[in-house]
């Protein structure tokens, strides 16, 4: 379970000067720097964007004057045909931020996170169970494939407190007018304000469309990559009030804290150093290619013969290749610390290091059937996946493969007069190593109105969920007593409504759940095996107070019966109160205050060696409001986002002196940061 290991050095920097490359190259152009009208023609996008999946609609791409300077610009995701176009908003950072607003993290960004809402992982079949960093991976679900009439590129960075960074790069063109390429990549580097707390995430993408010039055939190609890494501190010690003591810990990075020693505070953004911490490196590779059956038709103009397809039955073969390696490393164990929390005795080895490698093959075959030919969003669907997995378990130096056969069916109708959307999915795992797992989904939303701005849906699923491996005393990660556990069953009702002439959404969410699994403490996975339920309600409303001020506010509240093993504040409320308009014709403002705010409860601890947040219920987080102050503002394709986060920790001291130095907590012994500074700019380029 324990050995000496060397660190992996990821290939950053090819990444960054790869995507430099594209970036540069398209701001270079002359049309692109001394166009006045580009920004506009980059925002124009939102009122040029057609839904093209219903098929009678003219080919913008092969009509396209390419020496015009607008673009159009559009994308959909794997498994929808809906197009939709690249938000321009400035009044919410968390769109372009990458931890949520309704998730709490450990100090740092970069740092484990889970959101402060119920919400149990909705997924069935093979899982590894790592989930704390979720947050700061791309996933397959989440990939855009873009159709754009010209090469667009995006360049963000954000700076904040203590060095933190973020760049963002995207660049995307139709190399033909049938097939678009995109790349893009992100870096997360932030030193923390705590010890032992430094981050450093890479995320990079490639993807690949292409539609054959018949409109029968379609290729889908990705390269997705998420390299995670964090540092961890196993939090401040208790021995002494060491946050109240701001005449001797008014630098925070002065606290001692459990683990990491005293590590250096290093400014360098490419500093991959890791003493204390977890390493997750997930790859995947996918390749789907699907072919249609159906009638031919065109559109005759004056100037040309447009060629349109309608199919009406799709055959799909997706082939994915995935990795996963999970690694938590400590160079500089505190035997007594480990003796206690996880009950390892290290007997003098003077490196702990626990590894889980994963190795997934997926070949899946569906059938489409097009009941309308011209609705493409009206389909049934039919498939049966072949999973094969192969797990190296380095602690236990052990190898085992397995394999799930699943088969899936689903439904779904969005009609063409767009008044109802219905959805109906189904997914069995028939054999292998989660075999007995089931989901089963259904979904129907009403739209009313002149513009179908209004809606009122409703929703249930039932999962049956085989435990996630690090639940399986093979993982290397699994290091408390031994246990059998049960399928954990979870079923979900949900509804809301949505009527635009008072302009708030409503919505409400009942979880039962039986067997339900979690971890009660640093090293002990467990389960909670009676039905127990959850609900919450929540209220999203746009309240206009004058003309140019607006208060937005999100409010949810929860609460679990019975006495399950869950922790949960019975109201968390996010209100931002800004100031906003289109002033000089193409500034776009949004400046004011932004307040977050949960009642008191007994946050989940959490365990840095598993990589969990586990159930506590002896010590009670009772925090002020989170306030912070914003500047956003837009002009055509450049964004910019000033920002001034924790101002509710400023504090007089005993002294008469001033600090930042009133710090809530995210989790025992987990506080965040004092004041935060951050400045964010995103500018798009047309070439």
Known sequence: MINCCTLHKPVTYFLITACLFFSFNVFGQRRGIGNPNIGQNVERQIQNIKNSSTGNQKDSLQRRDKNADSITISFHYLDSTRQYSIDSSVNDFTKRFPIPATNIFLGNLGNASRSILFLPRNTVGWDPGFHAFDVYKWTIEKVRFFNTTRPFSELGYMLGSKTEQIIDLLHTQNVKPNWNVLFQYRLINSPGFFKSQNSHHNNYLLTSFYEGEKKRYHNYFVLLGNRLQSSENGGIKNDEDYLSNTAVYKDRFNIPTNLGGDAAFSRNFFDKGLTTGNRYREFTALLRQQYDIGQKDSIVTDSTIIPLFYPRLRVEHTLQFTTGKYRFIDYLPDSVYYKNDYDLDLNRVDTVSINDNWKQITNDVSLYQFPDAKNQQQFIKLGATFQNLSGEFVNHDDKRSFYNLILHGEYRNKTRNRKWDFELFGKLFSAGLNSGDYMAYINLKRFVGKKNDSYAELGFENLN??????????????????????????????????PSSIGVKLTGDVYFITNYLYFSHFNQPDQFSSLFNVIRVSAQKLFRLTRKINWYTDVYVQQRTGSAPVNLPLVFTRNRFAFEGVFFKNLNLSTGLEIKYHTPYKADHYSLVLGQFFFQDSITIRNFPDVSAFVHFGIRSFKAFVRFENLN??????????????????????????????LGIWWGFVN
């Open 649 to 678: 920790t400023m504090q007089i001291t005993r002294g008469g002196g001033f600090g930042w130095t009133n710090n809530n907590l995210a989790a025992p012994g987990y506080p965040y940061p004092g004041l935060q500074f951050r």
């Open 465 to 498: 969920q085989s435990p996630p491996f690090i639940y399986d005393s093979r993982s290397s990660f699994y290091l408390g007593s031994l246990k059998d556990f049960k399928k954990q069953n979870i079923s979900h009702a949900f509804a809301s409504f949505f």
